[in-house]
DNA sequence: TCCGATCCGTGCGAAAACGCATGTATGGAT
DNA sequence: ATCCATACATGCGTTTTCGCACGGATCGGA
């Protein structure tokens, strides 16, 4: 009747996974070891946990039940994990930062390289991703984020205020000087679809051209001369090839913070991170805003 | 930075301890194996765990913190363990159960006799004992108990109502039936030690001689004539040499329930041991009355 | 129809974990 | 002062666990 925890966890990750390499991925083990576990788990318990089909393991009831309860095990878990990080007062080790890629690559690079300088010790991960990651879950120590408010129950810090703005490439910009008439081409996020509200009412032909669902190719797309976006402002001054034009004027974007998880936050090593990054975010608001 | 489940518990069994010895009999490993695992979990946590001082392993902060999540992950453990054992339709295994070794010796061993024959493949463990054990930690699942409450957050059942009364050996009570004057010895419980209230006014030389903290002993002392002796009825009755004796007419008692943790009530092992105990207890409850 | 991608089971040798025996230090009782 | 009980550290041989390589089965797309 007895058994392992890390059986019970486990058993948690392959029902989770659903195939025994997944499981095995998951708990950086060989799949071998996850079908040996699985067999000591029915043993311990008496218990069928998974019927084998050809596609993979199908959980039984009883598994589904440890599969509650492991996860139960792994919130107490992440909890400690968090406090003991928080705890830290050592600049060594690993630090796992994570911020939308446009955001790191145009901006924030001189920051991760400023901070590995004066903590050689500190090995910085860093995840360049516009999810959400679950900071309670230790995806991440600490989340560049745009967003108007910190969320859940994160701890958080405004950096920056921001505007966004229309840019394109100097053809574009220089059509649009020229003729007012001309046709204007929008290259629209896919979440607003439509024509920015709010525009300039010289240039009356303006039209969505294409719509993206990424922000970096959006970028690009506006450098190639497919059209006018509204982005940003920093991305629009930072990225060789744009120009603001005056269709749209300068108007409120969305803020970025720095949030954490409030276990973690007091953390040396996120306390010295969070220095640098805010030194540099005053030195450079100028940037951000019209 | 990442730890095994079973290390975090390893930690925890050690704070509880206090030595490796304690701890790996608790977990019933050897001790030089928790040794092992503790330098395993400070190598992965890079924190120092324990202070080696001459007489044992001091926690610092950062076990403590260990233990303290590791409680969390052991509760559901064992929210686990009794939702399995509650699911259980399977008549073997081991049932465990919990009674005083008073009832157990003189009233409940034929259900112990009848349920084994009953269910050859149920192995049934017996706990006899006066001490409240933790049902909810699993360390019984099913306890009879003499008291007016099933308590906690558990379930159960009354199973009969009792009569105490006063009972001594043949000299005694021989000597108390030719003279009610005579000087009337009472063995005492600790927890009550004084001569019992409602005492018969027909016997008025009364005093408490000796007190004992254990209604074992009590029993053996009234057999060997130290006195008379408070005892439920069952006890007087069921224990060769004893005879009731007018000095204390009966009066209730403690009820006796049997309980039981709802998660674990359901499983069917619970159920065929509860058949048995209740058809013996209504069988026999005239014993318990006066 | 064939090929490749995913599954999983099995057997073997390497690596890790474990139990046991031995030796040392400390503190309390005789 | 001596003896004994308790508590750890260390080294060695055994057991257990693990990763890897190989083979079989199933499914879907070219």
Redesign the pocket.
């Known amino acids: 009747m007895d058994m392992t925890w890390?059986d019970l966890r486990t058993v948690m990750a392959l029902v989770r996974h659903?195939?025994?390499?997944?499981a095995?991925a998951a708990l950086?083990?060989?799949?071998?070891?996850i079908?040996?576990?699985i067999r000591?788990a029915e043993e311990a318990s008496g218990e069928v946990l998974f019927e084998?089909l050809?596609?993979?393991?199908r959980p039984t009831d009883a598994a589904l039940l440890i599969a509650e309860h492991a996860e139960q095990m792994e919130q107490a878990e992440h909890g400690l994990m968090r406090r003991l990080k928080g705890a830290e007062t050592h600049l060594s080790g690993i630090l796992t930062i994570t911020a939308p890629q446009l955001l790191i690559a145009s901006f924030l690079s001189p920051v991760l390289d400023q901070f590995t300088r004066t903590h050689p010790d500190v090995e910085l991960r860093v995840l360049a991703t516009n999810e959400l990651l679950d900071l309670s879950r230790r995806e991440a120590d600490l989340a560049i984020r745009v967003s108007r408010a910190p969320g859940d129950a994160l701890t958080g810090l405004r950096l920056l205020y921001q505007d966004s703005a229309s840019f394109a490439n100097a053809d574009w910009a220089a059509r649009i000087a020229r003729d007012p008439q001309t046709q204007i081409n929008w290259v629209a996020y896919d979440s607003f679809p439509d024509v920015p509200k709010g525009t300039n009412p010289d240039y009356p032909n303006q039209k969505v051209r294409f719509r993206f669902d990424d922000m970096v190719a959006m970028v690009g797309a506006a450098q190639a001369g497919l059209g006018i976006v509204r982005m940003p402002m920093f991305l629009g001054r930072t990225n060789a090839g744009l120009q603001q034009v005056p269709v749209l004027a300068p108007q409120p974007y969305p803020e970025i913070w720095v949030v954490g998880h409030p276990d973690v936050w007091p953390s040396a090593k996120l306390r010295a991170f969070r220095g640098v990054l805010i030194a540099h975010c005053k030195a450079h608001k100028a940037l951000f805003v019209a």
Request: glycine fraction near 18%.
């Open positions: 890390d659903g195939s025994l390499a997944g095995g950086s083990v060989n799949y071998t070891t079908a040996r576990r000591r084998r050809s596609d993979g393991y």
